[in-house]
C-alpha cells in the first residue's frame, strides 16, 4: 500500500509568487515598442475583464473567452495576441494556473513592475470551454466617440464617473499602432512608467486636432504625443474633468483610485467563494 501510494503524484503547490517572478522576468525586451511589454499585459487583462454586464452578470474575466473566434477577432481586440503569446509559456510551465487568473495577474504585475500602485489581486478564475460562449462584441469603448459612449461603457459595468477617469489613467503606459487600432503615437513620453503624467499631461499640455487622413486623434505642439478623442473627454465634460485636475496635482490619490478600480476590474463577475476575502492559494 505504501509503495502505490508514493506513485500519486502530488497535486501542484499554486505558487502564484513564482508566477508573478516569471512574469516580471517577461516584461522588458529591448527591441519591443518602448522596450517593454507591460502596457500590452495591461491593456489585455483590462479587455478580457471589460467585457462585463452587470445587468446579465455575462462578460468579464471569468472564463478567457478571448482565446476563443470570435472575440479574439474583435476589432478592440486587435494586437492582443502579442500579449497572449508572451504569457504562453508561463501557462504551460505554470500549467494549474487558469488562463483567466494568468492575464489579470499579469496585468497587475505589469503596473507594479512599471512603478505603479499594489494591485490587489486573487486567484479564483476559471477557463471556460471553446463552445460556452463569448460576450458579444461591442462591449468595449470606442475612442472616437463621447462622453454620453463612455458612461454608457462603463456604468454597464458598475463604475461611476470618479472610476471612468481613474481607470483612464492607465493610458500614461503604451501607444497606439497604426496597424492595431488605426492611431498613432504614446499619451506620455515615459510609456513604460506608471504615473499620473496622464493627468498631468491633459492639463498642462495643448492639444489640437491632428490634420491626417487617419481617425481623429489630438496632438501636442511637438506631434509627438496623443490623446483619443475619448481622452479629450474627460477634460471637457464638466463631472470628469474634476478628477482629471485632482489627479493631476495629487498622484497618490491617484495610485490609491486606481489600484481599487482596476482591482474590481479585474474581479468583475468573478464568482469567489467569499467575496471581499482571498481565496485559499
Ligand atoms: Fe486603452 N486604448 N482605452 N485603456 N489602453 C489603447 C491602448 C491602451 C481606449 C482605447 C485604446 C482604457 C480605456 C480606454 C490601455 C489601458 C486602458 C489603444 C491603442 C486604444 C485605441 C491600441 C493599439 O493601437 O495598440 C478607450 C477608447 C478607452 C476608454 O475608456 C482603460 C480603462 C485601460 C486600463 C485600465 C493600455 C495600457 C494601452 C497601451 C497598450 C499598448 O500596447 O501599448
Redo the contacts with the bound molecule.
Keep these: 500500500l505504501f509503495q502505490k501510494e508514493s506513485h500519486i503524484p502530488l497535486p501542484p503547490k499554486k505558487d502564484y509568487d513564482k508566477v508573478r517572478a516569471a512574469i516580471e522576468d517577461a516584461l522588458d525586451k529591448d527591441d519591443y ?1 518602448d522596450g517593454s511589454y507591460g ?2 499585459l ?2 489585455l487583462a ?1 479587455h478580457a475583464s471589460g467585457s462585463y454586464d452587470k445587468a446579465s452578470n455575462t462578460g468579464g474575466s471569468n472564463g478567457a473567452t478571448m482565446r476563443f473566434d470570435p472575440e479574439r477577432k474583435f476589432g478592440a481586440n486587435a ?1 492582443l495576441e502579442v500579449a497572449r503569446d508572451l504569457l504562453e509559456p508561463i501557462k504551460k510551465k505554470f500549467d494549474w494556473i487558469t488562463y483567466a487568473d494568468l492575464w489579470t495577474l499579469a496585468g497587475a504585475v505589469a503596473i507594479e513592475a512599471m512603478g505603479g500602485p499594489t494591485i490587489p489581486w486573487r486567484p479564483g478564475r476559471s477557463d471556460k470551454l471553446e463552445n460556452e460562449g463569448c460576450p458579444p462584441d461591442g462591449r468595449l ?3 472616437d466617440k463621447g462622453a454620453p459612449h ?1 458612461r454608457d461603457i462603463f456604468y454597464r459595468m458598475g463604475f461611476n464617473d470618479q472610476e471612468i477617469v481613474a ?2 489613467g ?2 500614461a ?5 497604426a496597424d ?2 488605426g ?1 498613432i503615437n504614446p499619451w506620455t513620453n515615459a510609456p513604460t512608467t506608471f504615473s499620473n503624467a496622464y493627468f498631468t499631461e491633459l492639463r498642462d499640455n495643448k492639444w489640437t486636432k491632428k490634420k491626417w487622413s487617419g481617425p481623429p486623434q489630438y496632438e501636442d505642439p511637438t506631434g509627438t504625443l496623443m490623446m ?1 478623442p ?1 481622452d479629450m473627454v474627460l477634460i471637457w465634460d464638466k463631472k470628469f474633468k474634476p478628477y482629471v485636475m485632482k489627479y493631476a496635482q495629487d498622484e497618490e490619490s491617484f495610485f490609491k483610485d486606481f489600484a481599487a478600480a ?1 482591482s474590481r476590474l479585474l474581479e468583475l463577475g468573478v464568482p469567489f467563494d467569499e467575496p471581499g476575502k482571498p481565496a485559499p492559494a
Design positions: 515598442d502596457p500590452v495591461v491593456r483590462w494586437g469603448p470606442d475612442g463612455l481607470l483612464s492607465a493610458h503606459l503604451g501607444r497606439c499602432h492595431r487600432s492611431w483619443l475619448t482596476f
